[in-house]
C-alpha cells in the first residue's frame, strides 16, 4: 500500500508550481485528477521542441501518476462536473489569480459548504499585502527575491538557477502543508484553507544567505561557485574541465592539503582553522588551483575522494545519464505511453521501506480519464 493510496486530490492549476506539487503527492500514492481546458490544456504541453508523441518534455516532467480530465470552465456542464468532483475530494490545489475561482464557485468557500474537511491550498504569486494581486512568474520572483543577486560570477552578469527553482520549491513547499493538514485531520477531523505564496517561499529558501544578511547587514553579491562562509568550498579548474571539492572541517582540510601534495598549507597558521581560511580566501585560493590545473578532474576526485574529502567533477546532463550510480539506482524507468509509446523517465526519488515510489501512470494525454474519473469519484 503506498503512503497516500485511498487520497483524491482535485487538480486545478497549471504550468509548474501546482503541478510539482500534486506530482509529489501522486507518487506517494493519492489519486491526482489534472483539470485542463479540453482543447488546449496545460500551457506547459505546448513548451517545446523537444516533443515525444506530440507530449512535451516539460509536460512530460512534472505530470507522471496523473489523469488528465478535460473541462471547460466556462461551460455550465464543465462547471458542474468540476464542482461534483470536488465535492469528493480531500484536497483542491490551484494557482488561478486570487479571486478567480471564486467568481466561478469554485473557491474554498463555496465548495467547503458541500465538502466541510475539504483541504484547499492556493498557490499564489505574492501572498497578502501591496502585491497581492500581482501574478508570480519564477523568473520574475528570482530577480525580487534576491536569488539571482546571489547567483552568478563576481562581476559578471546575475543569473537565474538552470531550472525554475522558485516554482518547484514553492510547490514542495505545498505538498508538505498539504500533508500536514491531511495529518491534522486525521486528529480533529477540521479540514484547511492553505496560501503558499510564491514569492515568500522563494524568500523561505533564501537559508544562510538570507539569515547572514539580516545578522551582518553585508551583502556578499556575487560569489561564483564559492561559499561565503567555508573555504575551500567551491570548483577548481582541472586540466581538463571543472572540480568540486567541498571541505567541510579542518581535518579534511588537512587530508585535501596531503591529497594535492601541500601537507604545508594546513600547517600555515593563515589556514589553520575556517574562519582563517575565510578571512585569508585571496591567499589559499591560487595555492590550490596551482596544483588542480596539473591533472585531470577524474583523476583529482579519485585521489581526494580516497582521502575523504567530498569532490567531484561538474558533469553535463550527458554524464549524469550515463552515471554508473544513476543507472543502477533504479530511478530511472522505462514506460509506455499512449502516443509517445517507449518512454524513458524520471521516477521519484522517495523510498518507503526500501522501496521506490513507482510510476503508475505515464503523464496523462489530454482528457485522457475524462469519464473514466467521473464514474470513479462519483
Not at 495529518?183 to 484547511?192: D, I, K, L, N
Not at 550527458?318 to 523517465?345: C, R, W, Y
Amino acid at each position: 500500500m503506498l503512503p497516500l493510496e485511498g487520497v483524491r486530490v482535485l487538480d486545478l492549476s497549471r504550468v509548474l508550481a501546482g503541478p510539482y506539487a500534486t506530482m509529489v503527492l501522486a507518487d506517494l500514492g493519492a489519486d491526482v485528477l489534472k483539470v485542463e481546458h479540453p482543447e488546449r490544456g496545460d500551457d506547459t504541453r505546448h513548451w517545446g521542441p523537444p516533443f515525444a508523441g506530440g507530449e512535451s518534455a516539460y509536460f512530460l516532467s512534472v505530470n507522471r501518476n496523473k489523469r488528465s480530465v478535460g473541462v471547460d470552465l466556462k461551460e455550465r456542464e464543465g462547471l458542474d462536473r468540476v464542482k461534483k468532483l470536488a465535492s469528493g475530494a480531500d484536497v483542491v490545489i490551484e494557482n488561478w489569480r486570487r479571486g478567480a475561482l471564486d467568481k466561478l464557485g469554485l473557491g474554498y468557500d463555496a465548495l467547503r459548504k458541500e465538502n466541510p474537511d475539504l483541504i484547499y491550498c492556493s498557490i499564489t504569486g505574492f501572498g497578502p499585502g501591496p502585491d497581492e494581486d500581482r501574478p508570480g512568474y519564477d523568473f520574475l520572483v528570482q530577480a525580487r527575491g534576491g536569488v539571482m543577486g546571489i547567483t552568478g560570477q563576481p562581476g559578471g552578469e546575475p543569473t537565474k538557477v538552470g531550472v525554475a527553482i522558485s516554482d518547484i520549491v514553492c510547490g514542495l513547499f505545498a505538498s508538505n502543508a498539504i500533508l500536514a493538514a491531511l495529518h491534522r485531520r486525521t486528529v480533529t477531523g477540521e479540514g484547511a484553507r492553505i496560501e503558499v505564496p510564491l514569492f515568500e517561499s522563494t524568500l523561505g529558501w533564501l537559508a544562510n544567505r538570507g539569515q547572514e544578511y539580516l545578522i551582518s547587514g553585508e551583502d556578499s553579491g556575487l560569489i561564483g561557485n564559492a561559499h561565503p562562509s567555508i573555504v575551500p568550498y567551491q570548483t577548481f579548474d582541472a586540466s581538463d574541465r571543472p572540480i568540486v571539492v567541498a571541505v567541510g572541517n579542518n581535518s579534511q582540510f588537512a587530508n585535501l592539503c596531503e591529497a594535492i601534495g601541500r601537507p604545508e598549507l594546513a600547517d600555515d597558521e593563515r589556514f589553520a582553522t575556517n574562519p582563517d581560511r575565510v578571512a585569508n580566501r585571496g591567499a589559499l585560493i591560487p595555492e590550490l588551483q596551482r596544483e588542480f590545473s596539473k591533472r585531470t578532474a577524474d583523476e583529482w576526485a579519485e585521489e581526494i575522494r580516497a582521502a575523504g574529502v567530498p569532490s567531484g567533477p561538474v558533469n553535463t546532463l550527458a554524464d549524469v545519464f550515463a552515471d554508473e550510480h544513476v543507472l543502477s539506482s533504479g530511478i530511472l524507468q522505462d514506460l509506455n505511453h499512449p502516443t509517445a509509446g517507449a518512454l524513458k523517465m524520471l521516477a521519484s526519488p522517495v523510498l518507503v521501506d526500501g522501496e521506490r515510489m513507482p510510476i503508475r501512470r505515464p503523464p496523462p494525454t489530454l482528457g485522457q480519464h475524462t469519464e473514466e474519473a467521473h464514474d470513479d469519484w462519483s
